[in-house]
Protein backbone atom coordinates (compact mmCIF):
# COMPACT_ATOMS: atom_id res chain seq x y z
CA UNK A 1 0.00 0.00 0.00
CA UNK A 2 1.47 3.79 -0.98
CA UNK A 3 2.68 5.39 2.13
CA UNK A 4 0.40 8.11 4.02
CA UNK A 5 0.98 10.51 6.38
CA UNK A 6 -0.48 9.37 10.43
CA UNK A 7 -2.67 11.66 11.55
CA UNK A 8 -1.60 14.07 14.68
CA UNK A 9 -3.35 11.96 16.83
CA UNK A 10 -1.13 8.78 15.72
CA UNK A 11 2.27 10.56 15.78
CA UNK A 12 1.40 12.05 19.35
CA UNK A 13 0.50 8.70 20.63
CA UNK A 14 4.10 7.90 19.63
CA UNK A 15 6.19 10.60 21.12
CA UNK A 16 4.19 10.02 24.33
CA UNK A 17 4.60 6.56 24.13
CA UNK A 18 8.71 7.17 23.61
CA UNK A 19 8.90 9.23 26.69
CA UNK A 20 6.86 7.24 28.79
CA UNK A 21 9.38 4.46 27.91
CA UNK A 22 12.40 6.44 28.79
CA UNK A 23 10.95 7.40 32.20
CA UNK A 24 11.19 3.70 32.90
CA UNK A 25 8.69 3.12 35.89
CA UNK A 26 7.64 6.93 36.64
CA UNK A 27 4.48 8.49 35.74
CA UNK A 28 3.41 10.48 33.21
CA UNK A 29 1.47 13.01 35.01
CA UNK A 30 -1.48 14.55 33.04
CA UNK A 31 -0.83 18.52 31.84
CA UNK A 32 2.95 18.51 33.22
CA UNK A 33 5.16 20.66 30.92
CA UNK A 34 6.73 17.16 30.09
CA UNK A 35 3.39 16.36 28.59
CA UNK A 36 2.95 19.68 26.85
CA UNK A 37 6.39 20.14 24.98
CA UNK A 38 5.87 16.16 24.04
CA UNK A 39 2.58 17.30 22.10
CA UNK A 40 4.40 20.79 21.26
CA UNK A 41 7.24 18.13 19.64
CA UNK A 42 4.70 16.12 18.23
CA UNK A 43 2.69 18.60 16.59
CA UNK A 44 5.73 19.68 15.11
CA UNK A 45 6.69 16.32 13.60
CA UNK A 46 3.03 16.18 12.01
CA UNK A 47 3.80 19.08 10.28
CA UNK A 48 7.32 17.77 8.98
CA UNK A 49 5.56 14.38 7.82
CA UNK A 50 2.88 16.43 5.82
CA UNK A 51 5.68 18.33 4.28
CA UNK A 52 7.58 15.53 3.21
CA UNK A 53 4.46 13.73 2.05
CA UNK A 54 3.07 16.90 -0.15
CA UNK A 55 6.70 17.18 -1.44
CA UNK A 56 7.14 13.92 -3.04
CA UNK A 57 3.87 13.98 -4.82
CA UNK A 58 6.11 17.70 -6.48
CA UNK A 59 8.67 15.18 -7.70
CA UNK A 60 6.75 13.18 -10.60
CA UNK A 61 4.93 14.83 -12.96
CA UNK A 62 1.55 13.02 -13.02
CA UNK A 63 1.28 14.44 -9.11
CA UNK A 64 2.50 17.73 -9.27
CA UNK A 65 1.37 20.79 -8.73
CA UNK A 66 1.56 23.71 -10.82
CA UNK A 67 4.67 25.52 -9.78
CA UNK A 68 6.23 21.96 -10.00
CA UNK A 69 4.45 20.94 -12.56
CA UNK A 70 5.90 24.61 -15.42
CA UNK A 71 9.29 23.12 -13.44
CA UNK A 72 9.04 19.77 -15.09
CA UNK A 73 7.83 21.60 -18.30
CA UNK A 74 10.97 23.70 -18.32
CA UNK A 75 13.07 20.82 -18.27
CA UNK A 76 11.22 17.84 -20.86
CA UNK A 77 9.29 20.33 -23.50
CA UNK A 78 10.73 22.88 -26.44
CA UNK A 79 7.67 24.68 -28.09
CA UNK A 80 7.28 26.18 -31.64
CA UNK A 81 8.16 29.31 -30.18
CA UNK A 82 10.91 28.25 -28.95
CA UNK A 83 9.52 28.57 -24.83
CA UNK A 84 9.95 25.89 -22.98
CA UNK A 85 7.20 24.49 -20.79
CA UNK A 86 3.59 25.71 -20.68
CA UNK A 87 2.42 27.46 -23.76
CA UNK A 88 1.61 30.77 -22.95
CA UNK A 89 -1.37 32.44 -24.06
CA UNK A 90 -1.22 34.31 -27.84
CA UNK A 91 -3.10 37.57 -29.04
CA UNK A 92 -5.40 37.82 -31.34
CA UNK A 93 -4.82 40.06 -34.59
CA UNK A 94 -6.50 40.72 -37.67
CA UNK A 95 -8.53 43.15 -39.87
CA UNK A 96 -11.36 45.05 -39.66
CA UNK A 97 -13.58 48.08 -41.42
CA UNK A 98 -13.42 51.05 -40.37
CA UNK A 99 -17.04 52.76 -40.67
CA UNK A 100 -17.33 56.72 -40.29
CA UNK A 101 -17.33 60.33 -42.23
CA UNK A 102 -15.37 60.16 -45.25
CA UNK A 103 -11.81 61.95 -44.62
CA UNK A 104 -11.24 60.93 -40.52
CA UNK A 105 -7.99 60.27 -40.18
CA UNK A 106 -7.70 57.44 -37.65
CA UNK A 107 -4.16 57.19 -36.25
CA UNK A 108 -2.11 54.29 -35.19
CA UNK A 109 -2.75 52.75 -31.72
CA UNK A 110 -6.60 53.99 -31.87
CA UNK A 111 -8.43 51.80 -29.46
CA UNK A 112 -11.33 49.28 -29.84
CA UNK A 113 -13.37 47.30 -27.34
CA UNK A 114 -15.52 43.99 -27.78
CA UNK A 115 -16.81 43.14 -24.71
CA UNK A 116 -14.11 42.56 -21.82
CA UNK A 117 -11.26 42.87 -25.18
CA UNK A 118 -8.98 45.58 -26.30
CA UNK A 119 -7.87 46.26 -29.72
CA UNK A 120 -5.46 48.99 -31.33
CA UNK A 121 -4.57 49.61 -34.74
CA UNK A 122 -1.35 48.75 -35.72
CA UNK A 123 -1.56 51.42 -38.87
CA UNK A 124 -2.47 55.08 -39.16
CA UNK A 125 -5.64 54.73 -42.11
CA UNK A 126 -8.39 57.64 -43.44
CA UNK A 127 -11.31 56.95 -43.92
CA UNK A 128 -12.04 56.74 -47.59
CA UNK A 129 -15.60 56.51 -49.71
CA UNK A 130 -15.49 52.86 -50.08
CA UNK A 131 -14.81 50.11 -47.45
CA UNK A 132 -11.22 51.04 -45.51
CA UNK A 133 -9.95 47.94 -43.86
CA UNK A 134 -7.26 48.40 -41.10
CA UNK A 135 -5.14 45.81 -39.18
CA UNK A 136 -5.55 45.47 -35.64
CA UNK A 137 -3.75 43.41 -32.87
CA UNK A 138 -5.58 42.51 -29.52
CA UNK A 139 -4.04 44.02 -26.24
CA UNK A 140 -6.16 41.58 -24.12
CA UNK A 141 -4.48 38.13 -24.21
CA UNK A 142 -6.21 34.83 -25.01
CA UNK A 143 -9.25 33.83 -26.55
CA UNK A 144 -11.53 36.59 -25.24
CA UNK A 145 -9.61 38.64 -28.51
CA UNK A 146 -11.29 36.27 -31.54
CA UNK A 147 -14.17 38.23 -32.34
CA UNK A 148 -16.82 36.85 -34.77
CA UNK A 149 -16.60 38.02 -38.53
CA UNK A 150 -19.37 41.17 -38.32
CA UNK A 151 -19.23 42.22 -34.94
CA UNK A 152 -18.71 45.90 -34.35
CA UNK A 153 -15.71 47.03 -32.36
CA UNK A 154 -16.56 50.33 -30.55
CA UNK A 155 -13.68 53.00 -30.34
CA UNK A 156 -12.75 52.93 -26.42
CA UNK A 157 -12.07 57.05 -26.65
CA UNK A 158 -14.21 59.47 -29.04
CA UNK A 159 -12.95 60.24 -32.42
CA UNK A 160 -15.16 62.66 -34.00
CA UNK A 161 -15.98 61.12 -37.48
CA UNK A 162 -15.45 57.69 -36.25
CA UNK A 163 -18.11 55.39 -35.49
CA UNK A 164 -17.07 51.69 -35.22
CA UNK A 165 -15.48 49.45 -36.60
CA UNK A 166 -16.69 46.12 -38.41
CA UNK A 167 -14.72 42.98 -38.00
CA UNK A 168 -13.54 40.57 -41.06
CA UNK A 169 -11.02 38.59 -39.24
CA UNK A 170 -10.34 38.45 -35.97
CA UNK A 171 -8.33 35.28 -34.37
CA UNK A 172 -5.47 33.63 -33.75
CA UNK A 173 -5.76 34.55 -30.00
CA UNK A 174 -5.26 31.24 -27.37
CA UNK A 175 -5.34 30.97 -23.83
CA UNK A 176 -2.25 29.31 -21.67
CA UNK A 177 -2.10 25.63 -21.59
CA UNK A 178 -3.92 24.09 -18.92
CA UNK A 179 -2.46 22.14 -15.96
CA UNK A 180 -3.51 18.65 -17.71
CA UNK A 181 -2.90 19.91 -21.08
CA UNK A 182 0.73 20.62 -20.04
CA UNK A 183 0.84 17.25 -17.35
CA UNK A 184 -0.46 15.21 -20.57
CA UNK A 185 2.31 16.63 -22.86
CA UNK A 186 5.27 16.20 -20.42
CA UNK A 187 4.12 12.54 -19.64
CA UNK A 188 3.76 11.49 -23.22
CA UNK A 189 7.67 13.18 -23.86
CA UNK A 190 8.81 10.91 -20.86
CA UNK A 191 6.97 8.02 -22.30
CA UNK A 192 7.82 8.36 -25.44
CA UNK A 193 11.30 9.82 -26.05
CA UNK A 194 12.17 11.44 -29.59
CA UNK A 195 13.18 9.07 -31.91
CA UNK A 196 13.80 11.21 -34.85
CA UNK A 197 11.21 10.61 -36.49
CA UNK A 198 8.43 8.25 -35.10
CA UNK A 199 4.96 8.98 -35.41
CA UNK A 200 4.89 10.21 -31.98
CA UNK A 201 7.54 12.60 -33.04
CA UNK A 202 5.31 14.13 -35.33
CA UNK A 203 2.46 14.19 -32.79
CA UNK A 204 4.89 15.93 -30.45
CA UNK A 205 5.88 18.69 -32.71
CA UNK A 206 2.27 19.09 -34.08
CA UNK A 207 1.47 20.10 -30.25
CA UNK A 208 4.11 22.25 -29.72
CA UNK A 209 2.21 25.11 -31.60
CA UNK A 210 0.34 27.27 -30.22
CA UNK A 211 -3.35 25.95 -29.80
CA UNK A 212 -3.02 22.98 -31.26
CA UNK A 213 -5.05 20.21 -29.07
CA UNK A 214 -4.86 16.63 -30.62
CA UNK A 215 -2.85 15.49 -33.02
CA UNK A 216 -2.41 12.11 -34.94
CA UNK A 217 0.51 11.11 -37.36
CA UNK A 218 -0.26 7.76 -39.84
CA UNK A 219 0.60 6.68 -42.76
CA UNK A 220 -2.06 7.67 -44.96
CA UNK A 221 -0.79 7.11 -48.14
CA UNK A 222 1.61 4.19 -48.05
CA UNK A 223 4.38 2.93 -46.22
CA UNK A 224 7.62 5.93 -46.51
CA UNK A 225 4.65 8.49 -46.11
CA UNK A 226 3.54 10.94 -42.95
CA UNK A 227 0.07 12.79 -42.58
CA UNK A 228 -0.35 14.49 -39.63
CA UNK A 229 -3.69 15.73 -38.76
CA UNK A 230 -4.70 17.57 -35.50
CA UNK A 231 -7.48 19.58 -33.91
CA UNK A 232 -7.53 22.49 -32.32
CA UNK A 233 -10.62 22.45 -29.79
CA UNK A 234 -10.14 25.79 -28.50
CA UNK A 235 -9.28 28.26 -30.74
CA UNK A 236 -11.68 26.57 -33.29
CA UNK A 237 -14.46 26.31 -31.13
CA UNK A 238 -16.69 27.92 -33.45
CA UNK A 239 -15.79 25.18 -36.46
CA UNK A 240 -15.88 22.05 -34.12
CA UNK A 241 -12.79 22.39 -33.20
CA UNK A 242 -11.17 21.82 -36.93
CA UNK A 243 -8.23 24.00 -37.73
CA UNK A 244 -8.00 26.55 -40.84
CA UNK A 245 -5.92 26.33 -43.91
CA UNK A 246 -3.49 28.79 -41.71
CA UNK A 247 -3.26 26.53 -38.84
CA UNK A 248 -2.22 23.80 -41.38
CA UNK A 249 0.28 26.54 -42.71
CA UNK A 250 1.75 27.08 -39.38
CA UNK A 251 1.66 23.38 -38.00
CA UNK A 252 3.56 22.43 -41.30
CA UNK A 253 6.28 24.19 -41.49
CA UNK A 254 6.93 24.09 -37.68
CA UNK A 255 7.51 20.17 -38.32
CA UNK A 256 9.24 20.91 -41.70
CA UNK A 257 11.85 22.40 -39.39
CA UNK A 258 11.85 19.98 -36.96
CA UNK A 259 11.43 16.38 -39.43
CA UNK A 260 13.83 14.26 -40.88
CA UNK A 261 14.97 15.21 -44.39
CA UNK A 262 14.97 12.01 -45.63
CA UNK A 263 10.91 12.26 -45.65
CA UNK A 264 9.92 12.62 -48.78
CA UNK A 265 6.48 12.52 -48.90
CA UNK A 266 5.10 14.35 -45.77
CA UNK A 267 1.38 15.99 -45.72
CA UNK A 268 -0.37 18.09 -42.82
CA UNK A 269 -4.05 17.91 -43.39
CA UNK A 270 -7.06 18.87 -41.11
CA UNK A 271 -9.34 15.80 -40.45
CA UNK A 272 -12.38 16.01 -42.58
CA UNK A 273 -15.75 16.53 -40.68
CA UNK A 274 -18.26 13.96 -40.34
CA UNK A 275 -20.89 14.31 -38.90
CA UNK A 276 -23.09 11.76 -36.83
CA UNK A 277 -26.63 11.76 -36.20
CA UNK A 278 -28.42 10.12 -33.00
CA UNK A 279 -31.76 8.90 -32.47
CA UNK A 280 -32.98 8.73 -29.23
CA UNK A 281 -36.62 8.07 -28.03
CA UNK A 282 -38.04 6.74 -25.03
CA UNK A 283 -35.89 9.37 -22.85
CA UNK A 284 -36.94 9.08 -19.48
CA UNK A 285 -36.83 11.90 -17.99
CA UNK A 286 -37.66 13.81 -21.57
CA UNK A 287 -37.12 17.57 -20.75
CA UNK A 288 -34.30 20.29 -21.84
CA UNK A 289 -32.33 20.05 -18.79
CA UNK A 290 -31.95 16.38 -19.84
CA UNK A 291 -31.44 16.58 -23.34
CA UNK A 292 -28.81 19.29 -22.88
CA UNK A 293 -27.03 16.74 -20.51
CA UNK A 294 -27.27 14.15 -23.24
CA UNK A 295 -25.46 16.43 -26.37
CA UNK A 296 -22.89 17.48 -23.62
CA UNK A 297 -21.56 14.13 -22.68
CA UNK A 298 -21.53 13.08 -26.47
CA UNK A 299 -19.66 16.10 -26.98
CA UNK A 300 -17.10 14.97 -24.21
CA UNK A 301 -17.16 10.95 -25.25
CA UNK A 302 -16.13 12.24 -28.72
CA UNK A 303 -13.46 14.72 -27.33
CA UNK A 304 -12.03 11.40 -25.97
CA UNK A 305 -12.60 8.71 -28.48
CA UNK A 306 -12.60 10.39 -32.19
CA UNK A 307 -9.91 10.50 -34.02
CA UNK A 308 -9.21 10.40 -37.97
CA UNK A 309 -10.61 7.59 -38.82
CA UNK A 310 -11.78 6.06 -35.70
CA UNK A 311 -15.47 3.74 -35.90
CA UNK A 312 -17.63 5.37 -33.33
CA UNK A 313 -18.96 2.51 -31.96
CA UNK A 314 -22.86 2.27 -30.62
CA UNK A 315 -21.72 1.01 -27.13
CA UNK A 316 -19.72 4.45 -26.74
CA UNK A 317 -22.70 6.62 -27.98
CA UNK A 318 -24.77 4.53 -25.42
CA UNK A 319 -22.33 4.87 -22.55
CA UNK A 320 -22.51 8.49 -23.14
CA UNK A 321 -25.84 8.79 -23.08
CA UNK A 322 -26.71 6.97 -19.64
CA UNK A 323 -24.11 8.92 -18.02
CA UNK A 324 -25.73 12.08 -18.25
CA UNK A 325 -26.30 13.27 -14.59
CA UNK A 326 -30.08 12.83 -14.99
CA UNK A 327 -31.28 10.13 -17.64
CA UNK A 328 -32.93 7.21 -16.34
CA UNK A 329 -33.15 5.67 -19.33
CA UNK A 330 -33.57 5.50 -23.37
CA UNK A 331 -33.44 3.59 -26.49
CA UNK A 332 -31.17 4.76 -28.77
CA UNK A 333 -33.37 4.06 -32.67
CA UNK A 334 -30.21 4.27 -34.61
CA UNK A 335 -28.20 1.61 -32.61
CA UNK A 336 -25.20 1.15 -35.48
CA UNK A 337 -21.54 2.15 -35.76
CA UNK A 338 -20.66 5.15 -37.37
CA UNK A 339 -17.42 4.05 -39.69
CA UNK A 340 -15.46 6.76 -40.80
CA UNK A 341 -15.40 6.77 -44.84
CA UNK A 342 -11.65 7.62 -45.18
CA UNK A 343 -8.57 7.23 -43.00
CA UNK A 344 -9.38 11.46 -42.77
CA UNK A 345 -12.40 11.25 -41.55
CA UNK A 346 -13.18 12.32 -38.02
CA UNK A 347 -16.30 11.80 -36.12
CA UNK A 348 -18.35 15.52 -34.87
CA UNK A 349 -21.54 15.53 -33.19
CA UNK A 350 -23.70 16.69 -35.96
CA UNK A 351 -27.28 16.47 -34.33
CA UNK A 352 -29.28 15.01 -31.58
CA UNK A 353 -32.68 14.00 -32.72
CA UNK A 354 -35.35 13.10 -30.20
CA UNK A 355 -38.61 10.93 -31.18
Known sequence: MPWSTPTLRTVREMVRGEI??????ASFVGNSVLRVIAD??????HLVLRYIDWLSRQFLPDTAETEWLDRHGDIWLVNAD??????????????ANLIGVNGTAVPEATQFEFGEALFETTEGVVIGTIETAVHLRAITVGLIGNVPAGSALSPSLGISGLDNAIVI????????????????RVLRRIRQPPMGGAAYDYEAWALAVPGVTRAWAASEMGIGTVTVRFMMDDLRADNDGF????????VEAYINSKRPVAVKDFFVVAPIKFEITCVIDELVPDNQSTRGEIEQSLREMLLQYAAPGQTIFAAWKS?????APTVVSFHLANNEDDVMPSP????????????
Open 40 to 45: AQAAMS
Open 20 to 25: TAKLGT
Open 82 to 95: GTTGRKSATYANGV
Open 169 to 184: DMTGGTDAETDEELRA
Open 243 to 250: PLQQDVDE
Open 319 to 323: FAIIS
Open 344 to 355: GHMAVLGSVVYD
